[in-house]
């Protein structure tokens, strides 16, 4: 097998990951959040009957409006996870951005009285009417925003017979009513949802389970952080071992290509992202880091025969490492995929769409970084 790191161009490799990138960048906006981030509801039967997934799920999708069901086996029975509903979702983000406006309406009555009470004792302070004034304004202000959200929620909740008047007797009283009329809509749509499983496949028992989009989009942020925090411990372990910017940088650039090759097939392949498809991108920067460091160690520390063979037999053995892998998540890929398993088709389809790129990303671009850097140094 002929060394392709001897060839005169082999700079030129490079080129093939970073397009692969700009390709992926392209997708990456494609990604669709699954339940677990976007909201949702989860409901797990227990039922006897015999069960055709892919069926259960188009027959759901269409007697139930943005449903974007997924199915996954569950002991005795599936666990059906269905998108959160829209009105619901937005009557909800009313009603938090209400309790924000309320709480911001009580700090203001109590900022008011006690303002007064200082008034009434220190008639003399210059200081303390402009303070009142303020404090009556934002009492006015966070009223005027607490009706409209509540008229706001109630808008949203109208395709729901809740029967639930918008109280505005105080605020307090709006606050209430804005709480019974999404719980009556909640209960209604458990009902909806329910009952339509139920005229689709029979079942016994079932539990029902519900993931706020406020609740998500913490999840998103949490895991954001954590992959940040990971990818900076990572390059500052990389810097310490070779204490030089140009292999470092290579290291770091395969890592992140991976991640992003990979969120990229995720938006070209419609694979969802939710707790368990970030799990499989913390898994790739394991596999990367591994990858990279195996190719610079091996090409500055070692010192046997040239530096172009000693980065083609890393490339042998890194290959090998990565058809193993790659076979093993091909199988969980194609089983979770035949048994609609959607946590292990998640993370499968991840791993092996970030491998693929770890492939091309640390043999034709990561290496090819580190080898031009010790070529350089010894001809310096």
Do not use: C
Request: charged share 10%; aromatic share 10%; no cysteine.
């Amino acid at each position: 097998m002929r060394n392709i790191y001897e060839s005169k161009h082999y700079k030129l490799f490079v080129i093939i990951p970073i397009a692969l990138l700009l390709i992926s960048l392209y997708f990456i906006p494609h990604i669709q959040l699954d339940s677990s981030l976007r909201g949702g509801i989860t409901v797990t039967v227990q039922s006897n009957a015999s069960i055709n997934i892919q069926s259960i799920t188009t027959a759901i999708n269409a007697k139930i409006p943005g449903a974007q069901t997924s199915i996954e086996s569950a002991p005795g029975g599936i666990a059906i996870t269905i998108a959160d509903n829209t009105s619901l979702s937005n009557a909800n983000n009313y009603l938090i951005s209400a309790y924000s406006a309320y709480n911001n309406y009580s700090n203001a009555v109590l900022g008011v009285s006690e303002t007064e009470a200082l008034i009434k004792n220190q008639p003399t302070n210059n200081t303390l009417p402009s303070i009142l004034s303020a404090y009556q304004k934002n009492q006015s202000v966070s009223q005027t925003q607490l009706n409209t959200d509540i008229g706001g929620e109630f808008a949203a909740l109208s395709p729901f017979q809740t029967n639930i008047t918008e109280n505005k007797s105080s605020p307090s009283d709006m606050i209430n009513s804005g709480n019974i009329a999404i719980k009556s809509a909640n209960n209604q749509y458990e009902s909806y949802v329910i009952n339509t499983l139920k005229s689709i496949i029979p079942f016994s028992t079932y539990s029902y389970q519900t993931v706020t989009p406020t609740l998500g989009s913490y999840f998103l942020g949490q895991l954001q952080v954590i992959i940040i925090a990971a990818f900076i411990l990572v390059a500052i372990a990389v810097f310490i071992v070779f204490r030089t910017i140009i292999p470092s940088f290579a290291v770091v650039f395969g890592a992140a290509n991976d991640i992003l090759i990979a969120l990229g097939a995720m938006g070209l392949f419609g694979i969802p992202l939710g707790v368990a498809s970030i799990g499989g991108l913390l898994m790739l920067i394991g596999y990367s880091i591994d990858t990279d460091v195996l190719s610079a160690i091996r090409i500055l520390k070692r010192q046997e025969h040239t530096p172009e063979y000693r980065a083609f037999e890393s490339m042998k053995t890194g290959i090998t490492i990565t058809a193993t892998a790659l076979l093993v998540f091909g199988i969980l890929f194609a089983v979770s995929y035949a048994s609609f398993i959607q946590t292990y088709f998640e993370i499968a389809g991840v791993v092996l769409a970030g491998l693929v790129g770890d492939v091309i990303t640390t043999w034709l671009g990561n290496t090819v970084m580190v080898l031009w850097y010790k070529k350089r140094r010894e001809h310096k």
